[in-house]
């Protein structure tokens, strides 16, 4: 069975994601772009098992096909085979990875002739030649060209920095790229343009494992880079990319998690500082804060479902300033309709450079603008089938009251999101492609998110969870918001 998802086609190794499959969802994809008249197409992969192998299999029915096939000489970024498509003015796009998923799955991205996610109507269209059998391949009638498109891409991304000010950087910048398909990618940039700075790569080895841990840039997956930024001080900081280098989270000095959302706030306020304007796009599952801030510069707002395929379909609109999710994926005005880590990391390093004052600081000071204390935490629940997630989802379909808080309203533009009093938040999602029950929550303090997801966790599976601390919690936030109110 080929579904796809949010980005695309995701599934396990050898099980559902094989040759045969490949080539089937290559050939409705080629079936798509000779419908529309497409004659040329870009194909590019991470550093999965076998990736670079299912790439090879995906130009192949392509080409046999009668398309127009580049295929990337070696693994690379997600955002520079998007940039790819738009360099070589083909119709579409393959991506070989599957993002941030373990190291058992691998997926198929379609790109379109914009350089980002296919809109979601294209890709129904794609859905629909599921099943026809893929055309034979024969090399000596059916060349393929390869490419390196990476000197082209750092030549793109110089229009969208201020070199001067990334020279300018006193501290020690990291990058992790978890073994993924970014590895060498930041530094290489900046190598390029000429820029000496302290610059240490960590998990640098393109690795099929990704050294053990799922490729998202998320707490329990950095402990690694935490313990290397830990008696770090100052403005030195770790920038994370996942698998194939299109999410970015970061580290640090103390070796503390700086999450998306704190990410996202932070490029928002340096572009919005450096006099860039227009709409700004956020998932449901993001932060108030960067609604509030929006309100504060008098930005507009568009809020989409989960999935950076519709925040590109409103990039490719519109004017937008800048477009995020929760999970990483963050694309800004000038560049591709496209979630960048490698551009992200180095925006970054300019905010820092830029103010002297650390991301920590710099969002501290969103903080006090705003008036809006953020805290944050995801809980990803593994069920036994998805069967058993789709029942876990029935149980929050009614909100209650919890960890003191009133439910104010409910949102279901994906998944359900409880919006209760003071400014908390808690969500629930179901995965599309696994067994997966997503559990977000947001308060103003960590114990308090942590409660959030306890409580939550037990209402969903039945099963206590660890509710250490849980009735301070409510007990605090009932008396504070009886005060407020």
């Given at each position: 069975?080929?579904?796809?998802?949010?980005?695309?086609?995701?599934?396990?190794?050898?099980?559902n994601?094989t040759?045969?499959?490949?080539?089937?969802?290559a050939?409705a994809?080629a079936?798509?772009?000779k419908?529309?008249?497409?004659?040329?197409?870009?194909?590019?992969?991470?550093?999965?098992?076998?990736?670079?192998?299912?790439a090879?299999?995906t130009?192949?029915?392509?080409?046999?096909?009668?398309?127009?096939v580049?295929?990337?000489?070696?693994?690379?970024?997600?955002?520079?085979?998007s940039?790819a498509?738009?360099?070589f003015?083909?119709?579409?796009?393959?991506?070989?990875?599957?993002s941030?998923?373990?190291?058992?799955?691998?997926?198929?991205?379609?790109?379109?002739?914009?350089?980002?996610?296919?809109?979601?109507?294209?890709?129904?269209?794609?859905?629909?030649?599921?099943?026809t059998?893929?055309?034979?391949?024969?090399?000596?009638k059916?060349?393929?060209?390869?490419?390196?498109?990476?000197?082209?891409?750092?030549d793109?991304?110089?229009?969208?920095?201020?070199?001067?000010?990334?020279?300018?950087?006193?501290?020690?910048?990291?990058?992790?790229?978890?073994g993924g398909?970014?590895?060498?990618?930041?530094?290489?940039?900046?190598?390029?343009v000429?820029?000496?700075?302290?610059?240490r790569?960590?998990?640098?080895?393109?690795?099929?494992?990704?050294?053990?841990?799922?490729?998202?840039?998320?707490?329990?997956?950095?402990?690694?880079?935490?313990?290397?930024?830990?008696?770090?001080?100052g403005?030195?900081?770790?920038?994370?990319?996942?698998?194939?280098a299109?999410?970015?989270?970061?580290?640090?000095?103390?070796?503390?998690?700086?999450?998306?959302?704190?990410?996202?706030?932070?490029?928002?306020?340096?572009?919005?500082?450096?006099?860039?304007?227009?709409?700004?796009?956020?998932?449901v599952?993001?932060?108030?804060?960067?609604?509030?801030?929006?309100?504060?510069?008098?930005?507009?707002?568009?809020?989409?479902?989960?999935?950076?395929?519709?925040?590109?379909?409103?990039?490719?609109?519109?004017?937008?300033?800048?477009?995020g999710?929760?999970?990483?994926?963050?694309?800004?005005?000038?560049?591709?309709?496209?979630?960048?880590?490698?551009?992200?990391?180095l925006?970054?390093?300019?905010?820092?450079?830029?103010?002297?004052?650390s991301?920590?600081?710099?969002?501290?000071e969103?903080?006090?603008?705003t008036?809006?204390?953020?805290?944050?935490?995801?809980?990803?629940?593994?069920l036994?089938?998805?069967?058993?997630?789709n029942?876990?989802?029935?149980?929050v379909?009614?909100?209650?009251?919890?960890?003191?808080?009133?439910?104010?309203?409910?949102?279901?533009?994906?998944?359900?999101?409880?919006?209760?009093?003071?400014?908390?938040?808690?969500?629930?999602?179901?995965?599309?492609?696994?067994?997966?029950?997503r559990?977000?929550?947001?308060?103003?303090?960590?114990?308090?998110?942590?409660?959030?997801?306890?409580?939550?966790?037990?209402?969903?599976?039945g099963?206590?969870?660890?509710?250490?601390?849980?009735?301070?919690?409510?007990?605090?936030?009932?008396?504070?918001?009886?005060?407020?109110?």
């Open positions: 069975m080929i579904r796809f998802g949010t980005d695309g086609w995701r599934d396990l190794i050898a099980e994601f040759f045969e499959n490949v080539a089937l969802a050939q994809y079936e798509y772009l419908v529309i008249g497409g004659r040329r197409v870009v194909v590019g992969f991470d550093t999965r098992f076998m990736a670079d192998r299912f090879r299999k130009a192949e029915v392509l080409a046999a096909n009668g398309l127009e580049y295929l990337s000489r070696a693994f690379l970024p997600t955002p520079a085979l940039f498509v738009t360099h003015q083909a119709d579409g796009g393959v991506m070989i990875t599957a941030h998923n373990p190291k058992e799955y691998c997926g198929f991205k379609l790109k379109g002739p914009y350089g980002g996610s296919l809109i979601p109507e294209r890709v129904k269209q794609v859905e629909v030649f599921l099943g059998a893929a055309q034979e391949f024969d090399a000596a059916h060349p393929i060209e390869t490419f390196d498109i990476q000197a082209a891409y750092y793109h991304l110089k229009n969208l920095l201020d070199l001067s000010v990334l020279k300018s950087f006193e501290g020690t910048f990291y990058h992790d790229s978890m398909s970014g590895t060498g990618w930041v530094s290489g940039f900046l190598e390029h000429g820029i000496d700075l302290d610059v790569n960590v998990r640098e080895e393109a690795s099929p494992t990704f050294y053990g841990v799922h490729p998202e840039p998320i707490l329990h997956n950095l402990h690694h880079t935490s313990d290397l930024l830990r008696d770090a001080s403005l030195a900081f770790a920038a994370v990319t996942d698998g194939d299109d999410r970015i989270g970061a580290v640090t000095a103390g070796g503390l998690f700086f999450n998306p959302h704190q990410i996202f706030a932070v490029l928002l306020k340096h572009l919005y500082d450096r006099g860039l304007r227009g709409t700004v796009v956020q998932t599952s993001v932060s108030g804060i960067i609604e509030r801030l929006c309100h504060l510069l008098s930005l507009p707002v568009i809020t989409t479902p989960i999935g950076f395929k519709y925040i590109a379909e409103e990039m490719l609109q519109s004017k937008i300033l800048i477009g999710e929760e999970s990483g994926g963050i694309g800004i005005l000038g560049h591709l309709p496209e979630r960048d880590g490698i551009l992200n990391a925006l970054l390093l300019e905010a820092v450079a830029l103010s002297g004052k991301l920590p600081e710099l969002f501290h969103i903080e006090l603008m008036g809006y204390q953020h805290a944050y935490d995801r809980l990803d629940l593994t036994n089938s998805m069967t058993e997630r029942e876990a989802m029935d149980r379909q009614e909100p209650f009251p919890i960890a003191g808080h009133e439910v104010v309203s409910v949102d279901r533009r994906d998944g359900i999101k409880w919006l209760l009093s003071g400014n908390a938040w808690v969500m629930f999602r179901a995965s599309g492609t696994e067994p997966v029950l559990i977000y929550a947001e308060a103003a303090n960590p114990e308090h998110v942590q409660c959030l997801l306890s409580l939550a966790h037990m209402h969903v599976t099963v206590q969870s660890n509710l250490r601390g849980c009735p301070e919690v409510i007990e605090k936030t009932e008396a504070a918001l009886g005060e407020t109110a």
